[in-house]
């Protein structure tokens, strides 16, 4: 009857042991016992609290990049409104946002565990109306020195930084199975800022101003939605107490290789993208500037849009085409794409074709699409497979740890492809009078970044019989 009786005593305390605890909401919307991977918790409750969460993080990370893109924009207007800045101070103007923003992207990754996610959130979404405010002072008069123009242009890095911390704290609130098509969709939904702000801020500040340039518009057009975006996220997001930090696990990445010979390759595609998209309003403008109409020239660099636009779509399916065919082998295509893109571009320049030059960019963003997404997929799998740790016989946990660690880093390192590509086209300018030496430039890059690729994945995977896994 003793070993009956503690038998019939077992079972609950084992029942009791495997049931995950209830969720606790506790005052500041912070949520403690969250659990994705249970299945009953998820189905119970946390599917619907992340789908809550991840929508107001997409509006808000949206915004991030729409105002880290509107500088690339409004200069190409400035000397209709009077300014007078030369190109070197113009490249200034378009790339210092990507240099504070891909700056900003590594503490902003570690803002989530440190405040909460609902909380950094809002603190994010309302710095965002320094730099759209301070826009809408700044181009009012003419008169506003560079260097206040400068800083301006430097607050809006604020919304590069926005991508790392919502994606971080995205990561928290999905099990693995689903945290693949999560991630992606907070991801799609932030870089299709950069395609609307080109799209609707020539408009607002040309077609909305009865034929002059009205350029405060391009900032205080989005300062409703800004507010809208905080007070979404002050009501209806929360913050999940078991959202912890791993600055470990990132100095622990810091120390594989694959981590800067991926940051390399990210540089060319992500790099490439977000560096374009800022330069692309302008290189219309400088290459055609027969669209002298305010009107005409409104609708042309309205047309800019496409390229942040392609690219933002393409990028999923680079992620599974990656799944299909290796992600190496994705991203030696796109480079070869880019390269080969580039070399058409700069030979049809003559022609002075606006359409065929449309359509050489919105491929060669599409080229750049696929590779972000292809090389984004080759991280976990490298790291997994063929990092230092792997090698050595970490366990799995510990090899995710590191690629996860490794992802927020290469995304900011990326990012300052959006710096270096204006500010190369700029010196290519002032030394030669031409951007073409600095395209001939980008052309040597993705044939270096494509062997880089070869030589690293491509040939050992050949070696192994393991071309299809990276």
Request: charged letters at 10%.
């Amino acid at each position: 009857m003793t070993v009956d009786r503690s038998a019939d005593e077992l079972a609950p305390v084992q029942s009791t042991a495997t049931a995950a605890p209830a969720l606790e909401h506790r005052p500041g919307r912070w949520i403690a016992n969250w659990d994705a991977e249970d299945k009953g918790q998820w189905e119970a409750e946390g599917r619907s609290i992340a789908k809550r969460n991840l929508y107001w993080s997409i509006f808000a990370e949206f915004l991030g990049f729409v105002v880290w893109q509107l500088w690339s924009i409004v200069v190409v207007q400035l000397p209709a409104a009077g300014f007078r800045f030369d190109t070197n101070q113009i490249f200034w103007l378009i790339s210092i946002p990507s240099l504070v923003g891909a700056t900003l992207r590594i503490p902003y990754t570690f803002m989530v565990p440190k405040f909460g996610g609902r909380n950094w959130t809002i603190v994010s979404a309302l710095l965002l109306l320094i730099p759209t405010t301070g826009l809408a002072i700044c181009v009012s008069n003419p008169e506003t020195p560079f260097g206040i123009m400068l800083l301006m242009a430097a607050l809006a890095g604020f919304g590069g930084g926005n991508f790392a911390s919502s994606m971080a704290n995205i990561t928290f609130f999905y099990p693995a199975r689903e945290k693949g098509w999560a991630l992606g969709l907070n991801a799609a939904g932030g870089n299709l800022g950069a395609a609307v702000a080109q799209l609707v801020v020539p408009i607002a500040i040309t077609l909305l101003a009865a034929g002059t340039v009205n350029l405060p518009m391009a900032g205080i057009i989005w300062i409703p939605l800004i507010i809208i975006a905080a007070f979404g996220a002050y009501k209806y997001m929360n913050n999940l107490t078991s959202a912890k930090g791993d600055v470990a696990g990132s100095l622990a990445a810091l120390k594989e290789p694959h981590l800067w010979i991926m940051a390399f390759l990210y540089i060319g595609t992500f790099g490439s993208f977000i560096g374009f998209a800022g330069v692309f309003p302008k290189l219309i403008k400088d290459y055609f500037p027969d669209f002298s109409s305010i009107h005409v020239g409104a609708v042309a660099l309205s047309l800019a849009f496409l390229g942040p636009l392609v690219g933002s779509l393409a990028r999923p399916y680079g992620g599974r085409m990656a799944d299909r065919m290796g992600g190496a082998r994705m991203t030696i295509a796109s480079f070869a794409s880019m390269a080969v893109i580039t070399l058409t571009m700069i030979w049809t320049l003559p022609l002075k074709n606006f359409w065929l030059f449309l359509t050489l960019f919105l491929l060669l963003f599409l080229a750049s699409g696929f590779g972000n997404g292809a090389t984004y997929r080759m991280i976990p799998v490298i790291f997994a497979t063929s990092s230092r740790a792997a090698r050595a016989g970490a366990p799995s946990a510990t090899t995710a740890r590191l690629a996860s660690s490794s992802l927020g880093l290469i995304s900011a390192i990326g990012a300052y492809g959006g710096f270096v590509i204006p500010q190369v086209l700029n010196a290519s300018n002032s030394a030669s009078g031409s951007y073409t030496p600095a395209f001939y430039g980008f052309v040597g890059a993705y044939v270096l970044m494509l062997i880089v690729c070869w030589v690293c994945y491509i040939r050992p995977a050949r070696k192994r019989n393991t071309i299809g896994h990276i």
